[in-house]
């Protein structure tokens, strides 16, 4: 089961910042955040990842919590193209020793122009 | 790099009526992961490969369903009998296999109609 929640669905005005947030309450000390997105009829792809610090990349920033158990995803600049299924996951050790990506049903960001 | 590439897009097929997708990884990468989804949720975990060894099954991936990779290069997941519920979007990722946190390269999926 997915260990992350997310709200179901956000809203944002076109090139206004957007923070998705992630709760993540059972992570455990080696755990990284993971966040992928998923635009209409399209796999997922890999937005930004992170184990404490805040990391920023040409995407998104991800901020973490002191206590590590909520992180939140940020636009700085929504556009429509950032419409899309955003997915917080914490990886799950599988029972072979490696390790596998657990999806939750994401939050639906909706950009409005 | 021409990224993960899934044949074919789309298959509407019957009902008993077995099918197989193709996936190819990104050349060189080890780790190959088959996900599935319907309408409305996350992709679900189906198996994990590392090379030619299929490391990891779900619980979903029922007697009916199997995965190979030969040789370590492309895969097949094949259904047998498919039913209704076997509908949804599959979906292949690869990831090079150099690090436990690396990310997952995914295609654009196989989208399955079983009438």
């Known amino acids: 089961d997915a260990k992350t929640t997310q709200p179901n669905s956000m809203e944002s005005n076109e090139e206004e910042p957007v923070h998705l947030p992630c709760n993540h309450s059972?992570?455990?000390?080696?755990?990284?955040i993971h966040w992928y997105r998923q635009l209409p009829s399209q796999g997922p792809e890999y937005v930004i990842h992170?184990?404490?610090s805040n990391v920023n990349n040409r995407m998104a920033s991800l901020a973490i919590a002191e206590d590590r158990k909520s992180s939140t995803l940020i636009l700085h600049r929504a556009t429509l193209r950032d419409a899309a299924v955003y997915y917080c996951i914490l990886r799950d050790r599988a029972t072979s020793g490696t390790y596998k990506y657990i999806f939750g049903t994401g939050t639906r960001l909706k950009v409005l122009a | 790099d021409t990224g993960v590439s899934q044949d074919p897009r789309h298959k509407i097929t019957k009902r008993g009526q077995n099918v197989t997708f193709r996936c190819d990884p990104i050349?060189?990468?080890?780790?190959l992961y088959w996900y599935r989804q319907t309408l409305g949720q996350g992709p679900e975990f189906l198996t994990y490969?590392?090379?030619?060894?299929?490391?990891?099954k779900s619980r979903l991936l029922s007697d009916r369903f199997s995965a190979e990779r030969p040789k370590g290069s492309f895969s097949t997941l094949e259904i047998q009998r498919t039913e209704q519920g076997d509908s949804a979007m599959y979906l292949c990722?690869?990831?090079?296999?150099?690090?436990?946190?690396?990310?997952?390269?995914f295609g654009s999926g196989t989208q399955l109609s079983v009438l």
């Open positions: 490969f590392q090379n030619e060894a299929q490391l990891e």
């Open positions: 992170g184990l404490t």
């Open positions: 059972t992570i455990s000390g080696t755990d990284y």
């Open positions: 990722a690869s990831s090079p296999g150099r690090d436990t946190n690396e990310k997952l390269f």
């Open positions: 050349s060189e990468h080890n780790r």
